[in-house]
């Protein structure tokens, strides 16, 4: 009965449009009443859940990903991979791909990473010949590795719930990150065969040698926080705070983008956001904690073992069950709701927790381009000036491709586990 009053109350809700944090605290709050709890319990977990040193990460992510977008960053490293590799066949897919790539280790973000980019890259391909619908679909799919490749709040949440090392996870998302950003563009590229496509110049050493060193600023920024992490010079939360640091140096005085006067509402936007992620995940911890308390999670845990006992086929209901949530929940409430179901069958099949909250990460990025909620696609639609619904029927190639390096990662551990291994043995 309390199953069906936490998860059928949540359910109707959402579907009623009641925000996702909303939500999450009324169906808790209906299932406190029926199991008698105190009211009293409510508050107390939700400032507990982010009481928690690790989750300073947030907002400082947040911020040093606003202040890198504000800073320019984004151009910058458009143009150097356009003269790197932009002159090839398909080569302006290829740039998208690895701005994405490296725009992802800045902001952490997906949503922020398809504002940013599509802006500039959307018309780019589209006054190359390539569909814009595509184009869009490609940006919001790419936007979507900003919760792979570290720095990633999608981590650092996980870590926070499942104890396991932020900074394992970091270094585990890196390759897996790569690999869905290669199968999107093999799928850009065969959903554009037949297109008549303008080659672009080859750029001269010089262009690409002024590109690196305008790009250089922005490239280094991920390879200070997580050089600093994997060298024992700051924890991941610290790592954080002195991305600020360096955007706000980068921002101000190097690329001289941000002025004094923009400081504002750049804080103002990035407290907001954080608001908003907080909030998520205070009533989130509180809906876990009724699904812990009410040993609904155990039971839930005992019944998919007794479906079967294998690790692949366990492997496979734990990808179904992740892909439907991201089609209707963050990552940041998935993880809370499904998280307490699902350790308990990781550790009795012998899953490694970071292989596990990596590949976990990677379902819920698909989520992002998943309609009805795929945010990405929404966001790519709106800086694309497109309906919606032909974003969505372009997004098709891209859900096939990021399933197919789903299913690499899952099945093929090594790839998540090659560098936080090599990192622990080095060090």
């Known amino acids: 009965m309390i199953g069906l009053i936490l998860f059928g109350s949540f359910f109707v809700l959402v579907f009623l449009n009641v925000p996702i944090a909303v939500s999450l605290g009324l169906s808790t709050l209906f299932s406190m009443k029926y199991l008698n709890f105190s009211f009293g319990t409510f508050p107390d977990t939700m400032y507990t859940s982010i009481g928690k040193f690790a989750l300073l990460a947030i907002p400082f992510f947040i911020l040093a990903g606003?202040?890198?977008?504000?800073?320019?960053?984004?151009?910058?490293?458009?143009?150097?991979?356009?003269?790197?590799v932009g002159h090839r066949k398909n080569g302006l897919l290829a740039v998208?791909?690895?701005?994405?790539?490296f725009f992802a280790a800045i902001s952490g973000s997906g949503?922020?990473?398809?504002?940013?980019?599509?802006?500039?890259?959307?018309?780019?391909?589209?006054?190359?010949?390539?569909?814009?619908?595509?184009?869009?679909?490609?940006?919001?799919?790419?936007?979507?590795?900003?919760?792979?490749?570290?720095?990633?709040?999608?981590?650092?949440?996980?870590?926070?719930?499942?104890?396991?090392?932020?900074?394992?996870?970091?270094?585990?998302?890196?390759?897996?990150g790569i690999i869905v950003g290669v199968c999107y563009y093999f799928a850009a590229a065969i959903a554009s065969r037949g297109k008549d496509i303008k080659q672009q110049p080859k750029a001269s050493g010089k262009e690409r040698w002024t590109a690196f060193k305008d790009a250089i600023w922005a490239l280094l920024m991920p390879v200070i926080i997580l050089g600093g992490i994997?060298?024992?010079?700051?924890t991941p939360t610290e790592a954080a705070g002195v991305a600020v640091v360096y955007g706000l140096i980068v921002g101000l005085f190097i690329y001289r983008e941000i002025k004094v006067k923009d400081l504002w509402s750049l804080f103002v936007d990035s407290a907001v956001s954080s608001g908003t992620v907080l909030y998520i995940i205070a009533a989130a911890a509180v809906f876990a904690y009724i699904l812990t308390t009410s040993h609904l999670a155990a039971n839930l845990s005992?019944?998919?073992?007794?479906?079967?006992?294998?690790?692949?086929?366990l492997l496979i209901l734990i990808n179904i069950i992740f892909l439907i949530a991201g089609c209707f929940l963050d990552a940041n409430s998935a993880f809370?709701?499904?998280?307490?179901?699902m350790m308990p069958i990781v550790r009795a099949v012998g899953i490694d927790p970071v292989h596990f909250g990596v590949f976990v990460t990677v379902n819920l990025a698909i989520g992002l381009i998943t309609p009805p909620v795929g945010i990405n696609l929404y966001v790519g639609a709106r800086i694309a000036q497109l309906p919606a619904g032909e974003v969505i029927r372009k997004i098709i190639p891209f859900l096939i491709a990021g399933i197919i390096g789903l299913l690499i990662v899952t099945y093929i551990p090594a790839i998540t586990m090659f560098l936080p291994n090599l990192i622990h043995t080095t060090v």
Do not use: E
Request: charged share 5%; with cysteine.
């Open 66 to 84: 606003s202040i890198m977008d504000y800073a320019g960053i984004s151009k910058r490293l458009i143009r150097f991979a356009n003269v790197c």
């Open 111 to 176: 949503p922020a990473s398809v504002a940013a980019l599509g802006g500039i890259l959307i018309p780019a391909l589209a006054n190359a010949g390539y569909d814009k619908g595509l184009s869009t679909a490609l940006i919001a799919a790419s936007g979507a590795i900003g919760i792979v490749i570290p720095p990633s709040i999608a981590y650092v949440v996980y870590a926070s719930i499942s104890d396991v090392s932020v900074g394992q996870l970091f270094m585990g998302g890196i390759i897996p």
């Open 96 to 101: 998208v791909v690895i701005v994405a790539c």
């Open 336 to 341: 809370y709701i499904l998280i307490p179901i």
């Open 230 to 234: 994997y060298g024992s010079i700051f």
């Open 302 to 313: 005992a019944a998919l073992l007794t479906i079967s006992s294998s690790k692949y086929v």
